[in-house]
């Protein structure tokens, strides 16, 4: 089973950036695609971006085209994600994904509040 753990959320204001970490336990890291994901209060988890094992193919959800990057480090078993020019629709709990037998694996959340 991997372990996930998020951090590297907080209360920014409109245009700043944030950047979002996941660590990962070492078992299956390298082999494994990834994904964030993000959810507000009263609404479905939605899809934020992706990326294969081995760190070639980035994919993004269009809201977030152009501001957000996805990148990981296999050596270290973590999983970023590099925010910019952040919006108050940005605001959510943000979890980091990896796939597991039985569904995908979640870690415990970050929360992103984009406020003024």
């Known amino acids: 089973q991997v372990h996930l753990v998020e951090s590297g959320g907080g209360l920014v204001q409109p245009g700043a950036s944030l950047r979002l970490s996941c660590a990962a336990s070492?078992?299956?890291?390298?082999?494994?695609?990834m994904a964030w994901y993000r959810q507000a209060p009263g609404k479905e988890r939605e899809y934020v971006a992706a990326i294969r094992s081995g760190g070639g193919d980035a994919f993004y959800a269009d809201s977030v085209k152009g501001r957000f990057t996805i990148t990981r480090d296999n050596g270290k078993n973590t999983l970023d994600l590099q925010m910019s020019s952040l919006k108050p629709e940005d605001t959510a709990m943000y979890y980091c994904?990896?796939?597991?037998?039985?569904?995908?694996?979640w870690g415990q959340g970050t929360q992103v509040t984009v406020s003024s």
């Open positions: 994904s990896a796939p597991g037998d039985a569904g995908p694996i």
């Open positions: 070492a078992r299956t890291f390298s082999s494994d695609d």
